[in-house]
């Protein structure tokens, strides 16, 4: 099992090394964020590729347990460092996408999604953070793992309309909560940025702004309808994610 969370620097001096999947990945990638007319909507990621502040881990088939498992091993050792790597930080997941994944629409994508997080939660074992609800329908609920809040984002090969969220493999981008607080309604700086990144949405995509796409805690705002977008207008009545309880200590041996 290789657990390896690596940076823009590494994956450039070793990318002859690299699996040709994670080559491509790795370079559809860099063109999509860092392209020259720099016209990709999320400002932040732009940055953070740019000033080395992103990592990555390379993962197996998501449909697969051991992949699951591998990704659970990367966000753990991402979370052992991410306050040092910057405030543009993200985790972002390619995972490798076969070829009969090619032909999965959005609807597909979308429930693998909730498969992987639903996956990846039964192996966490840290205490969900008490600050953070454990209700989705909540504003202020967020995915947590390892006790770490995460904004998780997805971008699928079957994504045509709203190109902002897609890319020619599976990737799951997750952003640290801590990386808002200065990027958020309450702050002029994040105001700013929210009307760059909305005019450029609308720009960059064929479709308009998903309505559902609002800040962290604002009333009528649930980040789990934000994770996984749809190519078109429709929003989800129901969040997919289910937690696993654990049980208590007097119940493991009935």
Known sequence: MEVAVLDKKWIEEHFETLPLWQQSAYTDFAAMVANEANTFPCIPARKGFLSNELRYSFIGDPREEQSIKTLALCLKEYNKHCQTFGNYTTHTIFFETPNDMHKFGVADYNNLFWSVLNNLTKLD???????????PSHNEW???FNGEPYFVSCAT??????????????LMAF?????FEEMNDSTAFGRKLKKLIR???NEYDD?????DLKWYGQEG????KQYFLS???RSPSKCPFLRMQKLFPQNKEH
């Open 231 to 233: 190519d078109d207008n």
């Open 157 to 170: 090969p079957a994504h045509k309309l709203r190109k902002s969220r897609h890319f020619s493999t599976l």
């Open 221 to 224: 705002s649930y980040e789990w």
């Open 175 to 179: 952003q640290p909560r801590w990386i």
């Open 125 to 135: 074992d840290i205490d969900w953070p008490k600050e953070i609800p454990t209700d």
């Open 207 to 211: 479709i308009p702004a998903h309505t």
């Open 199 to 201: 005019l450029r949405i």
């Open 142 to 144: 967020e995915f947590c």
